[in-house]
Nanobody, 114 residues
């Protein structure tokens, strides 16, 4: 079973940037859609963005124009570049297939606060 390890989170001021990484222990080459999800305190986990095997991307309206997803199948990795961060982006961020296929990793905490 492939395991997912997210990293790159941290504390950042509003307007700042972070780059998240997701390392898979096995191949994601055959996974059509990979995505980033997030879960804010007291809220359900939500899908933020997806990327297909041919690099077609989709974004939730709340992050469109600010976040960029990418994938490197050779490295079994997925990335999330986050710019112009807002306090409402504060959450634990997870990567997984869409629809979910792998067990959830531990996630990486992103906190946007002054």
């Amino acid at each position: 079973q492939v395991q997912l390890v997210e990293s790159g989170g941290g504390l950042v001021q509003p307007g700042g940037s972070l780059r998240l990484s997701c390392a898979a222990s096995g191949s994601i080459f055959r996974i059509n859609f990979m995505g980033w999800y997030r879960q804010a305190p007291g809220k359900q986990r939500e899908l933020v963005t997806t990327i297909s095997y041919d690099d077609t991307t989709n974004y939730a309206d709340s992050v469109k124009g600010r976040f960029t997803i990418s994938r490197d199948n050779a490295k079994n990795a997925v990335y999330l570049e986050m710019n112009s961060l807002k306090p409402e982006d504060t959450a634990v961020y997870y990567c997984n297939a869409n629809p979910r296929f792998f067990d959830w990793g531990q996630g990486t905490q992103v906190t946007v606060s002054s």
